[in-house]
């Protein structure tokens, strides 16, 4: 459980949001490419993700409680679920991804996946990987 204070009881969207979560339905997911002369490390990943963490107060919030009692809850832990992934296709990762499961009652209700050795060649974007919009 969280133990931070409580902020405040979930919007219908959160709890909707945290019910496709819990039952696989829904997966929201953002690509990030940076490109850098040298090969980012774990340790400057931590360290920027730290930082995003504190100046980004909805990304230090986890769920508590159930049913009518549920509560959106600021965890105390600077817990961080980054992993470096040595891929080269993100519409893969993206597929590993939707059956990810982050633990949604102790936080953080969000995770960073870095595909390290990402081929600098490559176009940035590839037709399956580009979503329309409206």
């Not at 590993?96 to 990402?118: A, D, F, I, N």
């Amino acid at each position: 459980m969280p133990d931070g204070p409580k902020i405040r009881q979930p919007t219908f969207l959160e709890e909707l949001c945290e019910m496709g979560h819990v039952f696989d339905t829904m997966l929201t997911g953002y690509a990030l490419r940076l490109r850098t002369p040298q090969r980012i490390t774990r340790e400057q990943m931590l360290k920027a993700m730290f930082h995003l963490r504190r100046q980004v107060p909805c990304l230090r919030l986890a769920f508590s409680g159930t049913g009518s009692d549920m509560w959106m809850q600021e965890a105390s832990s600077e817990s961080l679920d980054l992993e470096m992934v040595e891929h080269d296709s993100v519409d893969e990762v993206m597929a590993v991804m939707s059956r990810y499961r982050y633990v949604s009652r102790t936080g953080p209700l969000w995770c960073v996946k870095v595909l390290v050795g990402y081929p600098p060649n490559r176009a940035p974007v590839l037709p399956a990987e580009n979503l329309s919009r409206p």
